[in-house]
């Protein structure tokens, strides 16, 4: 079965200091790992993904993510955080096979102060 | 959250009714999916399908019935098993199943017992 996990359910930062958001993951074979924000009463958005290739993946708003395979990370990153961050983000993962489902954490809040 | 509407956005169920959330979707997806969100515990999986005319139970499919007769439509059913069914619901469509694509998410629909 696949899991994942994010260790911190709060994240707070200042506005333009770096932020990470920690994920790791369980899955059998490799992976496709995904990240996704939620803003207050709203769906899901995806920020980005990885599928092959490039350990660092880029995605919208300026993040970014590394996927370590030794680690089963995928951490999420930024290198100067908005006020406008602030929002529960979610990592998910899913098997590579044609009908698998993802599997999402259960978020982190990130909170950055101005 | 374009591409998928769900309706209503508030909706309040009476002691042993059961109600139905409406999941509409113009992106010509074969997949679509309904999870539930409680505080803390991210997503989970209620039901999905692949295609029309047939569907799968997921990790917490006791209490919820959907149907899937059109490509576009997957309503979900909380009938008067549920007896916890204060919660956000969402509904996600995916293209192909057998590719990486991304998972798109509706704006939710909240659930509230009176």
């Known amino acids: 079965a696949q899991s994942v996990a994010q260790p911190e359910d709060q994240v707070k930062v200042a506005e333009g200091n770096p932020l990470t958001v920690k994920c790791t993951y369980s899955?059998?074979?490799?992976?496709?790992l995904f990240w996704y924000v939620q803003y207050p009463n709203r769906g899901l958005q995806f920020l980005l993904k990885?599928?092959?290739?490039?350990?660092l993946v880029k995605g919208s708003y300026g993040f970014e993510a590394e996927f370590n395979k030794s680690q089963t990370s995928f951490h999420l990153k930024k290198p100067s955080a908005l006020v406008s961050d602030s929002a529960l983000y979610f990592c998910?993962?899913?098997?590579?096979?044609?009908?698998?489902?993802?599997?999402f954490g259960k978020g982190t809040m990130l909170l950055v102060s101005p | 959250d374009g591409g998928i509407t769900q309706s209503p956005k508030y909706l309040f169920r009476k002691e042993g009714q059961n109600v139905t959330l409406s999941c509409e979707q113009n992106?010509?997806?074969?997949?679509m999916y309904w999870y539930r969100q409680d505080p803390g515990q991210g997503l989970r999986l209620i039901y999905y399908?692949?295609?029309?005319?047939?569907?799968q139970k997921g990790d917490i499919a006791e209490g919820y019935s959907v149907s899937r007769e059109k490509k576009e439509s997957f309503p979900l059913t909380v009938t008067s098993a549920q007896k916890n069914p204060t919660a956000f619901y969402l509904c996600?469509?995916?293209?192909?199943?057998?590719?990486?694509?991304?998972?798109?998410f509706g704006a939710g629909t909240r659930l509230s017992v009176l």
């Open positions: 992106l010509n997806h074969d997949a």
């Open positions: 996600a469509s995916r293209d192909d199943p057998g590719t990486e694509n991304i998972q798109y």
């Open positions: 899955v059998s074979g490799n992976p496709y």
């Open positions: 990885y599928i092959t290739g490039d350990n």
């Open positions: 399908s692949q295609i029309v005319n047939d569907f």
């Open positions: 998910a993962v899913r098997e590579r096979h044609r009908y698998s489902t993802l599997t």
